[in-house]
């Protein structure tokens, strides 16, 4: 197969929900199969293109077939859908069709929702005239690890993917090597961690199957002892490696299947009461979120441990959504459990698509297995555009261009040094949840007021979530408690920032000593490296703050015009697009 597409969603899951189970708060339509959507496409073995749905459609987390993204693959190579070999789907729920027999609701689910015919209708009315038999299925959790090993450069490796659930799986354990993925054992979604995290987001007043993170972000507020007993009881660890949790088990009828009824009233009776999303965030939600937190890490290590000592395998590969969390994945990098580990950057279900395509490429001809360089796999705008963009621009803005990078660079880093908050936008966009460098938001991270500031006037966001910083390969060792050149360059794990330069990083710095630290190397960032190289001559720190360019509730920017939008539309004073600046009128630099 020389050119493959892979995707991922389920468009009619959400309406499906409504339909059927009216009434229930938005927040629990969420409780659903499929969000997160997107199409990468792979060629001769090699990825060229990648990207979610909702950066086309304007929709966060959007699960509707991504023809958006199609479209930009099938451009982005100069390709037509005829000269498509396959179209892989990171899900395959055929081998469960019986069970959704079982009842007419559920079988009216598999039809309407997970059955290849819904699917093969979808691609129809979007590329009308696609060959049925090109249009393939793949186990999600396969595709998740598929997406992990085929990037991981490593010929062998332990894979482990742990997410909600995939079709009924929550946990799978693969020995990668020879090009194969060896099952070694997996977890249902009735012991799923994942869930568990999800359904306590809920509890705590956020959202299901997106604000996860939030509580990461809220944990080290905490204090984990005060409910230690209740997850060590809720969460069993087993002998064997695996886990499970009773709790999620409670819910028997129908209705509370669908909204983890039975689970959140137990919350509610042995915990706290649930969190209102209007309400303030107390230390009851705060200690709650720390103890969660703790038994995610002990889970991961549990899990990742088991395996690794089992088979003696020391390099381990990662993917799936809980695996974007970057304090347990801290954790286990801390832990000594492995000599490398390696977290595919678009591990939630985007990357299922990535997945999905390595798997069909490596079943025929293989694929060209290398470490995932940054995930520049996004669309690119051209000058022309730019210019376009500008000139259709009703705001009083004023725009200087500059001759190159140097030059762009020397005055973005005079900027960020004297306290200015910037827009940088250039090259592709990346594949994934986190801007990266060419899709960001950036800052001086010594400031003191920067993360309130920014919170408060550009990302309208929650006031405990902490920023990341980016900062040089060559120089990470020297602000951060890691090995000298440690490549941390997905923004996907937790180091310690070094006690001595606390008081000098506040915006960087999490209440914990923590930060999600970025590294950007040379090879294959070089224009973001370029910036730090000439922050560091002004500041003397080769650092910035890295946020990505949004607001929240909307996805990263895609187009120019997106990002004039959101920058005339919020606090962000000064706007890199390429080498122009753009300044509202008047604003002085």
Avoid at 150 to 178: I, P
Avoid at 226 to 238: D, I
Avoid at 567 to 586: A, K, Q
């Amino acid at each position: 197969m020389a050119n493959v597409i892979g995707i991922s969603g389920f468009e009619s899951s959400i309406p499906f929900k409504k339909t059927h189970w009216p009434g229930l708060e938005e927040r629990e339509y969420r409780i659903s199969q499929g969000h997160d959507s997107a199409a990468v496409l792979v060629v001769d073995g090699r990825i060229v293109a990648g990207a979610a749905e909702e950066r086309f459609n304007r929709r966060k987390h959007s699960g509707d077939f991504p023809i958006g993204a199609i479209n930009y693959c099938l451009e982005s190579a100069g390709l037509k859908p005829a000269d498509i070999d396959a179209i892989s789907h990171g899900f395959d729920y055929s081998p469960y069709k019986a069970a959704f027999m079982l009842d007419p609701t559920s079988a009216r689910q598999y039809r309407e929702v997970f059955s290849r015919e819904k699917l093969l209708s979808q691609v129809d009315q979007h590329l009308p005239g696609f060959p049925a038999g090109k249009v393939h299925h793949v186990n999600h959790h396969l595709s998740h690890a598929a997406s992990a090993y085929y990037t991981s450069g490593w010929d062998e490796c332990l894979v482990v993917v742990l997410d909600g659930m995939g079709e009924v799986h929550a946990v799978t354990v693969y020995h990668a090597h020879d090009n194969a993925l060896d099952k070694l054992a997996e977890i249902t979604a009735q012991d799923s961690i994942g869930i568990l995290y999800s359904t306590l987001t809920l509890h705590l007043g956020f959202d299901f199957n997106s604000d996860e993170y939030k509580i990461m972000g809220l944990a080290p507020y905490g204090d984990p002892a005060r409910h230690r007993r209740f997850f060590e009881r809720t969460v069993e660890l087993r002998d064997d490696g695996l886990i499970r949790i009773p709790l999620l088990r409670l819910n028997t009828d129908r209705r509370d299947r669908e909204t983890y009824g039975a689970t959140r009233r137990h919350l509610d009776d042995n915990l706290i009461p649930a969190r209102a999303p209007d309400r303030d965030v107390t230390d009851n939600h705060r200690d709650v979120a720390a103890a969660l937190q703790e038994c995610l890490d002990r889970v991961m290590l549990h899990i990742c441990g088991h395996f690794g000592r089992s088979t003696g395998l020391r390099r381990l590969a990662m993917a799936g959504g809980v695996a974007l969390n970057c304090t347990a994945n801290g954790r286990l990098l801390q832990s000594g459990l492995f000599d490398d580990i390696y977290i595919q950057p678009a591990a939630g279900d985007d990357g299922s698509a990535l997945g999905a395509a390595l798997w069909s490429a490596s079943r025929d001809g293989g694929v060209e297995n290398v470490r995932m360089p940054v995930p520049f796999l996004g669309p690119a705008h051209a000058q022309t555009e730019i210019d376009r963009a500008l000139a259709d621009t009703a705001g009083p803005i004023e725009i200087t261009r500059f001759a190159d990078l140097e030059q762009t660079c020397a005055v973005a880093a005079r900027l960020i040094a004297a306290g200015r908050v910037l827009g940088w936008y250039r090259g592709r966009m990346e594949f994934g949840p986190r801007a990266l460098g060419h899709r960001s938001i950036l800052a001086d991270p010594g400031h003191p007021d920067m993360r309130d500031r920014i919170n408060a006037m550009v990302k309208m966001r929650e006031a405990f979530r902490p920023f990341a910083p980016a900062v040089s390969l060559e120089q990470v060792q020297d602000w951060f408690e890691v090995p000298k050149g440690l490549a941390l360059p997905y923004m996907i794990m937790t180091a310690d920032v070094r006690p001595e330069h606390r008081t000098a990083l506040p915006a960087i710095t999490h209440v914990n000593g923590s930060a999600r630290v970025q590294t950007v190397d040379v090879r294959d960032n070089p224009e973001f490296h370029t910036l730090l190289r000439a922050v560091g001559r002004v500041t003397g720190r080769e650092m910035v703050l890295n946020t990505s360019f949004n607001v929240k509730g909307q996805p990263i920017v895609n187009t120019p015009r997106e990002a004039i939008d959101t920058f005339l539309g919020t606090g962000i004073e000064y706007l890199f697009l390429d080498n122009l600046l753009v300044r509202r009128l008047g604003e002085k630099g």
